[in-house]
């Protein structure tokens, strides 16, 4: 098939670019790299010994987006290209509506003059919002609590409405929990631009030498050791799973969303010892106040990616930290230049 990728060097859009190389796909990647780097593709092109195509673009640029995709007729499109970070979003929530909100109508747009039915999106699993039960399932009542959360929500709205109007469309919606590690080479991995938003980058960073000390945000919720409680699953699972949704909107129709974890909640302690074990450094850290919208846990009831996907994780909690250290060490600080 064709496979066009929408944000394919960030760090989840690279790891699924590798594997959809594997299967022999075709594939262009549309990237502006405001989170991302050119390098990262370099290194894919080498792990993989394929060639790609890649198209420097934005998603809010109608008319590049347009051509890319005309000039490409993807089969099917899998979109990453999209702003993630919950407390950005509080701060700029303009920017993410416009990015995440709009950026999709213009990938729509693009995808009806280019004649491409099949989507598979990035979604979160942030649009459940407080859990009133768990594990998560699909069913579970959609409340983001958040302007990031707020703007999947609404994709998937809109995703929805184009499936409905368009005969023969398909689209997967794919409800990520937490993605950590890397690919087992090390060569390709989580690189975040700015201060990292999510605990295993934070925690790699710490543990290169590059950040002092972790802070462990809330020790008193209602879990094992008083620490947040999540899902967290490795990004080459997750990889997979795209792999297993593009084979999936291919013989579908419709619209379906599908949850990707792994069913296994883990404390942000769990992940602090693992990650020692697995690096053989120490990291350092303190507990402070609690962040507002935290919530003590949240976690997956991932059968129906079982059932619908054939797709179920594979990687434990060590293999992840295993493999981010291994990204990190070999490169502690990113894809950027010594």
Known sequence: MRVFLTGGAGYIGSHTLLEILSKAHEVCVYDDY?????????????????????????????????????????????????????????????????????????????????????????????VYGEPQYLPLDEKHPLAATNPYGQTKLMVEHILRDWCAAREGASAVLLRYFNPVGAHDSGQIGEDPNDIPNNLMPFVSQVAVGRRAKLQVFGGDYDTKDGTGVRDYIHVVDLAKAHAAAISYAEAHKGCEAINVGTGQGVSVLDVVKAFEQGSGQPVPYEVVARRPGDVAACYADASKAESLLGWQATRDLADMCETAWKWQSQNPNGYAAP
């Not at 995440?100 to 995808?111: A, C, F, P, Q």
């Open 34 to 126: 405001s989170n991302s780097a050119p390098v990262a593709l370099m290194r894919v092109e080498r792990l993989s010994n394929r060639t790609f195509q890649a198209v420097t673009g934005d998603v809010l640029d109608q008319g590049s987006l347009a051509k890319a995709l005309v000039d490409f007729k993807p089969d099917v499109v899998v979109h990453f290209a999209g702003k993630k970070a919950v407390g950005e979003s509080v701060a700029k929530p303009l920017m993410y509506y416009e990015n995440n909100v709009v950026g999709t109508l213009s990938l729509l747009r693009g995808m009806e003059a280019a004649g491409c039915k099949r989507i598979v999106f990035s979604s979160s699993a942030t």
